[in-house]
């Protein structure tokens, strides 16, 4: 939720 | 994947494709800015620091090794290639990179989704991919050349965006905590340069005449 997850988008 | 995340992708690997493709083949890059280029190259390359970190798909891998290879063979070709780089505009294509890195990178290291290495540079390479075909737009205003391929590079990389944003609208509805304000806020910057670029694109070709950008 806007945290540092995994950036799945390029 | 939703459909439009996926035709943003595509149009974004079209536009860099069809741009190395043309280079390659016309052995010409006249009306194409280097600086533009070099940027979009420092924005992949920082952030796919991921790449080898963070699996997410083969998908994914494929695609970011394909959008680095591709943006430096592009610089490579420009500055490189014996007779690219002779119909590159030098004279015209003056902008300065230190002026959008600069701040773009000030802008990273306070606003960032945690205070990391990886954070920062991915947080600035969302602000630098923002800003960087400013260098292009300006050598657009000079050389007033707008030919077929300057043309189509920029039509796919405005498609590409306007499909990002429906991806973002369609995510932020069906997936519940899909929230990324660092990465919409740039993206729209980023439109809103395209927008102003396609009215007078548009406008141009609505009249029948050469594209003259205002000053």
Same mark, same amino acid.
Do not use: M, S
């Given at each position: 939720s806007g945290g540092a997850d995994v950036k799945d988008e390029l | 994947m939703n459909i439009f995340?996926?035709?943003g992708d595509m149009t974004h690997l079209m536009s $860099? !494709?069809?741009l190395l493709l043309k280079i390659h083949t016309i052995k010409s890059c006249a009306g194409i800015s280097l600086k533009t280029q070099e940027l979009y190259a420092l924005v992949f390359a920082t952030r796919y620091l991921d790449i080898f970190t963070d699996f997410i798909s083969v998908y994914n891998t494929i695609m970011k090794l394909i959008f680095l290879g591709s943006s430096f063979s592009i610089v490579w070709y420009m500055r490189r290639h014996k007779l690219v780089r002779r119909s590159y505009d030098k004279e015209q294509d003056t902008f300065r990179?230190?002026?959008? $890195? !600069?701040?773009?990178?000030?802008l990273a290291l306070v606003m960032n989704e945690k205070f990391t290495f990886k954070e920062v540079m991915w947080a600035f390479s969302?602000?630098?991919?923002a800003v960087a075909i400013l260098p292009q737009l300006v050598l657009l205003q000079r050389?007033?050349?707008i030919d077929n391929l300057?043309?189509?590079y920029v039509f796919l990389l405005g498609a590409y965006r306007a499909f990002y944003i429906f991806n973002w609208i369609y995510r932020y509805f069906t997936e519940p905590h899909y929230v990324h304000w660092i990465t919409w806020i740039s993206g729209l910057v980023q439109t809103l340069l395209y927008a102003d670029f396609f009215y007078y694109y548009f406008n141009s070709w609505k009249n029948n005449v050469k594209l003259h950008l205002p000053a």
């Open positions: - | 995340r996926l035709a $860099v !494709l069809v990179h230190f002026f959008l $890195v !600069l701040p773009c990178l000030l969302l602000y630098l991919e050389t007033k050349n300057t043309g189509q």
